[in-house]
């Protein structure tokens, strides 16, 4: 039943209407805080990601990182090197974009300072903007010769 359930989960993770969106997944401890917080700053200009939130935490997370998230992922967000430490420690295999952030867990989920320190986060590890717009225009400009 198990396996049955990760081959559903896989193949949804797939899912073509998902568009071009960068898929990015945001990772703290329990999930309920810094990574949802995480995954709503980077869902919204200038970044257009399509987001998920996890935890490293696998005794407590609400949503526990596994291999399925990471495959549906083509970035990885961590709130900090611990948490990043404990998914690598796991053996579990992760995209090759992966960024490291030091947002330290004393903020409520979405209070203020925390999204500022996240955008001030995002910005020295120079996490890339997204635009639909400007792709879609490279898109075209590389079609005409």
């Not at 200038?46 to 399925?68: F, I, M, W």
């Amino acid at each position: 039943m198990t396996a049955t359930i990760e081959m559903w989960r896989s193949e949804n993770a797939k899912n073509k209407w998902q568009g071009d969106w960068p898929r990015v997944l945001c990772v703290c401890s329990a999930g309920l805080l810094r990574s949802p917080t995480l995954a709503w700053v980077l869902s919204n200009p200038p970044y257009n990601c399509n987001t998920r939130a996890a935890g490293s935490h696998k005794e407590y997370a609400l949503v526990p990182v596994d291999q399925v998230l990471l495959n549906w992922a083509q970035r990885v967000v961590f709130v900090n090197n611990a948490n990043h430490e404990r998914v690598t420690e796991s053996g579990l295999a992760m995209p090759s974009e992966v960024y490291v952030l030091n947002v330290p867990d004393r903020f409520a989920f979405r209070e203020t300072e925390l999204v500022q320190a996240i955008h001030g986060e995002l910005t020295s590890a120079g996490f890339p903007e997204w635009s639909p717009v400007f792709n879609e225009m490279r898109a075209a400009k590389t079609v005409q010769p």
